[in-house]
């Protein structure tokens, strides 16, 4: 009997530092990471033909980056060391980029810029059913309201959006995983690009309205919008109401 402990002990410490082990790990790849996604955009309701895009979200430890080619516009968030983030963005058909000052984030308003989706909406979220193992475990969510509906599959461990299908107004928008990687040299090459672009201060912009590049970019606005980070396939942003 004595013996019988003894292996039950060892066997259940052995389990437990595996799934410690199996949750290192995830959390190493969570921090990063490349994820690509297709968008389809239809209206469901009309005969019209869908329309295709595509959304790049890259992590490397505490920065993010947000690639949309269609807009040829990466957005870049850095953690300095005082913990605040400043937010860079950067237009590549100019090799321009635009700086603006660093200022402190709620934990939902980064959770969206990190991985899409916040606690926050999670929590409103009905969870409908689970499959899959560490950090291939997926979450399968449901929302729905007068104004739109949205479906999520939903990896924890990785704190990322394998599928989603939102509707609002009668259009149909569905993001979907198309490939993830872990390469380091993949996420090096993809956060070191846009180094070279040539930067401007957001506060240095009025200074500089003979710059054909800045006129179009103060017509254009600034407008750091900190609710719904889905964008149809055209790379235009998604209300998502029930995000804010």
């Known amino acids: 009997m004595k013996n019988f402990v003894i292996l039950f002990c060892f066997m259940a410490s052995q389990l437990i530092s595996f799934k410690n082990y199996a949750s290192e790990q995830c959390t190493k790849q969570s ?40 807009k040829q516009t990466t957005n870049k968030w850095h ?22 000052e660093p200022k402190a984030l709620t934990k939902t308003k ?12 999670l929590s409103k979220m009905t969870l409908i059913s689970t499959k899959g193992k560490h950090c291939d475990r997926i979450e399968h969510y449901k929302f729905a309201s007068k104004e739109q509906s949205i479906e999520l599959w939903w990896k924890p461990e990785l704190q990322l959006a394998q599928k989603i299908i939102y509707i609002e107004k009668e259009t149909l928008t569905v993001w979907q995983l198309n490939k993830t990687t872990f390469s380091k040299d993949d996420i090096e090459n993809t956060f070191n690009k846009i180094e070279h672009y040539q930067m401007t ?6 200074d500089n309205e003979s710059d054909p590049f800045l006129r179009k ?12 980070v889905f964008y149809d396939a055209q790379g235009n942003q998604l209300a998502n109401d029930h995000q804010h």
């Open 31 to 70: 921090e990063q990471l490349g994820a690509i996604y297709l968008i389809e955009t239809s209206h469901m309701n009309h005969k019209t033909k869908q329309k295709k895009g595509k959304f790049e979200l890259w992590r490397k430890g505490h920065d993010i980056l947000h690639i949309n080619p269609s």
């Open 79 to 100: 953690t300095l060391k005082n913990n605040s983030i400043r937010k860079v963005s950067y237009f590549d058909h100019y090799q321009k980029g635009i700086e603006f």
């Open 110 to 121: 980064w959770q969206l810029k990190y991985q899409l989706v916040s606690e926050d909406q």
């Open 201 to 206: 201060d957001y506060a240095d912009i009025g």
């Open 217 to 228: 970019m103060i017509r254009l606005g600034f407008i750091d919008h900190a609710g719904s």
